[in-house]
Each structure stands twice: as structure tokens, then as C-alpha cells.
């Protein structure tokens, strides 16, 4: 009697972690400088179309804002900025979306979820993506200015896929589809 309640304990409470083994979701991550870009590696002009809308209309709340131009242009490189105006007569700088993120969630291979994100170069020419969905997170001079994080993903290149469950912290490539 003792074994067989000692065993079914054990059993209970491997469950849930047989469950998260089991997991069948995925992300797949991509990183385009255009749409065009996009559907050559996925084969999809809806969805990568579909993540460039959304990726350009975060980016007029999200984009890194800066009081002067001489600030943008040592951030991200000459040419690279414009002036905008908030509609209450107050000008800012910010960089030009020079590529955007499409994040697709997958469950047992088929899409489950779409997001698209806004990427940046530096002037160092590495991407970035702001770093939080909150805006105005660092101040120069006055303005609110998004915090950048580095985006890890190679251009126009097979998204990379990161797997829910046991495989959640390693990932590999995949060539879309």
C-alpha cells in the first residue's frame, strides 16, 4: 500500500512537466529589410505584408526620439533621420525604419500568432528594435526617447525558431514556409 501511494505521488508530480515537454509551440523570427525581402524567404506576401504595416505603425510611437538632429545623426549615421512634429508644435528627430521584425507564433507547425516590430541600424551598422513596449523610456535634452536592445538576426536570411517546452532555450534555423 505505502509503495503504491509513494509511486502515484511521484507519478502526480512529474505530470506537469511532462505536460511542458509535450509543449508544440514555437516562434519563428525574421528579420527584413523589406517586404520583398520577406515573402523571398517565407513564400507569404500577406503575412510579411501584414508585419510591415504593423511594424510601421509602432514604429511612429516607438522610434527613438531625439531633440536635435545632430543627435539622431550621432546615434544612427547621416541620413538616416528626419524631423517630425507631435501636432502641438513641438519638433523631434527620428530615425528612418530601415528593416522590421516579423514574429510568428506556430502550434504543431501551423501559424498561431503574428506580431511585427520595428528595427533600426546604429551607426555602427548593427539593428536594433526598442527595447520595451512602453515609449519614452530614456530622456536626451528634454525629448522621450525609446531604449534600444540589439536585435540578434541576420537580415533577409531563414528565420530563426525558438521551440516552447524542453527545447525553449535552444533554437535553430528554419528555411520558412
Same mark, same amino acid.
Given at each position: 500500500?505505502?509503495?503504491?501511494?509513494?509511486?502515484?505521488?511521484?507519478?502526480?508530480?512529474?505530470?506537469?512537466?511532462?505536460?511542458?515537454a509535450c509543449n508544440n509551440e514555437s516562434t519563428r523570427e525574421g528579420l527584413y529589410t523589406s517586404v520583398e525581402a520577406c515573402v523571398a524567404q517565407t513564400n507569404d &506576401?500577406?503575412?510579411?505584408?501584414?508585419?510591415?504595416?504593423?511594424?510601421?505603425? #509602432?514604429?511612429?510611437?516607438?522610434?527613438? &526620439?531625439?531633440?536635435?538632429?545632430?543627435?539622431?545623426?550621432?546615434a544612427h549615421g547621416a541620413e538616416q533621420c528626419e524631423q517630425r512634429s507631435d501636432g502641438n508644435g513641438h519638433s523631434f528627430f527620428m530615425p528612418f525604419m530601415t528593416?522590421?521584425?516579423?514574429?510568428?507564433?506556430? &502550434?504543431?507547425?501551423?501559424?498561431?500568432?503574428?506580431?511585427?516590430?520595428?528595427?533600426?541600424?546604429?551607426?555602427?551598422?548593427?539593428? #536594433?528594435?526598442?527595447?520595451?513596449?512602453?515609449?519614452?523610456?530614456?530622456? &536626451?535634452?528634454?525629448?522621450?526617447?525609446?531604449?534600444?536592445?540589439?536585435?540578434?538576426? #541576420?537580415?533577409?536570411?531563414?528565420?530563426?525558431?525558438?521551440?516552447?517546452?524542453?527545447?525553449?532555450?535552444?533554437?535553430?534555423?528554419?528555411?520558412?514556409?
Amino acid at each position: 500500500m505505502k509503495r503504491s501511494r509513494t509511486a502515484a505521488l511521484v507519478m502526480m508530480s512529474t505530470a506537469p512537466l511532462l505536460l511542458t515537454a509535450c509543449n508544440n509551440e514555437s516562434t519563428r523570427e525574421g528579420l527584413y529589410t523589406s517586404v520583398e525581402a520577406c515573402v523571398a524567404q517565407t513564400n507569404d &506576401r500577406y503575412t510579411c505584408q501584414q508585419a510591415f504595416d504593423e511594424a510601421r505603425k #509602432q514604429a511612429e510611437t516607438s522610434s527613438p &526620439r531625439y531633440a536635435s538632429r545632430e543627435e539622431c545623426i550621432a546615434a544612427h549615421g547621416a541620413e538616416q533621420c528626419e524631423q517630425r512634429s507631435d501636432g502641438n508644435g513641438h519638433s523631434f528627430f527620428m530615425p528612418f525604419m530601415t528593416g522590421f521584425l516579423m514574429s510568428q507564433m506556430l &502550434r504543431g507547425g501551423q501559424p498561431a500568432g503574428l506580431a511585427g516590430a520595428p528595427a533600426y541600424r546604429d551607426r555602427a551598422g548593427n539593428w #536594433q528594435r526598442p527595447a520595451g513596449a512602453a515609449t519614452g523610456g530614456v530622456y &536626451r535634452n528634454g525629448m522621450g526617447s525609446t531604449a534600444m536592445a540589439p536585435v540578434n538576426a #541576420q537580415p533577409n536570411a531563414a528565420p530563426t525558431v525558438t521551440r516552447g517546452g524542453f527545447g525553449a532555450s535552444s533554437s535553430s534555423r528554419s528555411s520558412g514556409g
